[in-house]
């Protein structure tokens, strides 16, 4: 039978989430009554390789699973490069990302593969999502964009709307075929190559946003980045630097121009500079503790980027370091409940 969807894993590091992950992704009532779908696993040279081989196959033994397949990297490509490399190494119309420590929620692929299979002309999807630390059943917040399923047209509207809506990855959802034609290396090292995906293929096909919560991340672990040629230097295993929050942004806008600039599609990059300032705080939420003399020194350097003369960047910048992460995170978190979702600024 031919492969309708590959379930691609980055993967570096944390062995112990992968047998769980796995079981999220084999026990789906899809996969119970289905063959035709995939998942590959692409491992990056990590210092885990030889434990995250050994599960793999425990897990394909134990389990009779033939179509768990595995790709061992011969050097560290870091997480741009290894996103790329799973995507080429699918089979399946579609091609849907799982972080390597997330799961996918109960009932999610049954859901949507049937909106795939109805929609054909769709090249890109992602979804609402949760957050938990210990407990998947007991999420601690829940990121929700719209309060209904949505199908988009191809255009500037909905560039604006998935680009910064696909950082998270687990979830992320691409036409295999189409994603592969669009390959490139100009941003790698900025760790959001799925941005210009999303913004290459909405530039062509539809785009479909799933209101129900899909995917599970987990809110304990520190970030891996900065082992690969590419990262180091910038970004430090273990979490975020100013240099390296700054490198992210830049690369966002770098990549937003570049989407206006080759779809000639005029008001992509000043949309997403706005969406950008509107839901300023996760790029600087980690960055909160700093001395007051070096964050407004970052701050500084992200105004002097573009975001000048966005008002909600500088509400962002002076609640955040006021109220903190702990505070902050409270604050959007209460008005989500209040919301039913994450309220739409500008968009």
């Known amino acids: 039978m031919n492969v309708f969807i590959s379930i691609c894993i980055p993967s570096y590091n944390r062995a112990e989430f992968l047998e769980p992950l796995l079981d999220s992704i084999y026990n789906q009532d899809y996969c119970l009554k289905n063959n035709d779908f995939e998942v590959i696993v692409c491992e990056d040279k990590s210092p885990q390789r030889d434990e995250i081989n050994s599960i793999i196959e425990n897990y394909k033994a134990k389990n009779n699973k033939q179509n768990l ?57 992602t979804r609402a999502y949760g957050w938990f630390k210990e407990n998947p059943n007991e999420l601690c917040d829940t990121v929700r964009h719209l309060t209904d399923d949505t199908l988009f047209q191809p255009g500037a509207d909905a560039i604006k709307f998935f680009f910064r809506r696909v950082g998270v990855i687990s979830g992320f959802i691409v036409n295999a075929e189409k994603a592969k034609k669009l390959s490139s290396d100009l941003f790698d090292g900025r760790l959001y190559y799925q941005m210009y995906l999303a913004g290459m293929l909405m530039a062509e096909g539809q785009g479909y946003y799933f209101s129900d919560v899909m995917t599970l991340s987990r809110d304990t672990e520190a970030p891996d980045f900065g082992n690969a040629g590419t990262e180091k230097g910038v970004f430090t295993p273990g979490g975020y630097k100013p240099e390296g929050r700054i490198h992210m942004v830049e690369g966002l806008l770098l990549i937003a121009k570049y989407i206006e600039d080759t779809t000639k599609i005029d008001g992509v990059y000043a949309g997403i500079r706005k969406d950008l300032a509107n839901y300023f705080y996760p790029y600087i939420r980690d960055q909160l503790d700093l001395p007051l003399y070096t964050y407004i020194k970052m701050i500084n350097k992200f105004r002097k980027m573009g975001f000048s003369n966005e008002k909600l960047f500088y509400v962002h910048a002076f609640l955040g370091y006021v109220l903190k992460r702990r505070g902050y995170d409270a604050l959007i978190k209460y008005i989500r409940s209040k919301k039913g979702g994450t309220p739409r600024l500008g968009i």
């Open 69 to 125: 397949y595995v790709n061992f990297n011969e050097d560290n490509l870091g997480y741009d490069k290894n996103l790329k490399k799973c995507i080429s190494l699918t089979t399946g119309k579609y091609c849907m990302i799982m972080g390597n420590d997330d799961l996918l929620a109960d009932g999610a692929l049954s859901k949507i593969v049937k909106v795939l299979k109805a929609n054909p002309e769709i090249v890109l999807a």
